[in-house]
């Protein structure tokens, strides 16, 4: 069974940092595409990053370039999101997501097959 836990969400004030973090299990961790999504309340979620180790590439969107990295444990199994200089509208709800297909077909949209629980960021001005 794919589980997918994120971790490390919370309050920070505008310029503050977070680490995230999504601990997997129950498939190839290396085969996987893995992805953070955000949702702030009334938008639709949208992608921030994602990885693959198999394909030894990274994608972010615009508003996470500069600001967030995503970086994986292989040893653990971990997925991070380091966010950076935080604004007030990185504010939602954090999701991790893990999908067999390769980074250049999932990229950040939204099509996913597994996602976790999501996490809360709220960024304070």
């Known amino acids: 069974e794919v589980q997918l836990v994120e971790s490390g969400g919370g309050l920070v004030q505008a310029g503050g940092s977070l680490r995230l973090s999504c601990a997997t299990s129950?498939?190839?961790?290396?085969?996987?595409?893995i992805g953070w999504f955000r949702q702030a309340p009334g938008k639709e979620r949208e992608g921030v990053a994602c990885?693959?180790?198999?394909?030894?590439?990274?994608q972010y969107s615009d508003s996470a370039k500069g600001r967030f990295t995503i970086s994986t444990d292989n040893a653990q199994n971990t997925v991070y999101l380091q966010m950076n200089s935080l604004e007030p509208e990185d504010t939602g709800v954090y999701y991790c997501?893990?999908?067999?297909?390769?980074?250049?077909?999932?990229?950040?949209?939204?099509?996913?097959?597994?996602w976790g629980q999501g996490t809360q960021v709220t960024v304070s001005s």
């Open positions: 990885i693959s180790n198999l394909a030894d590439a990274t």
């Open positions: 129950g498939f190839t961790f290396d085969d996987y595409t």
């Open positions: 997501a893990a999908d067999p297909r390769s980074i250049w077909r999932v990229r950040l949209r939204r099509a996913y097959d597994y």
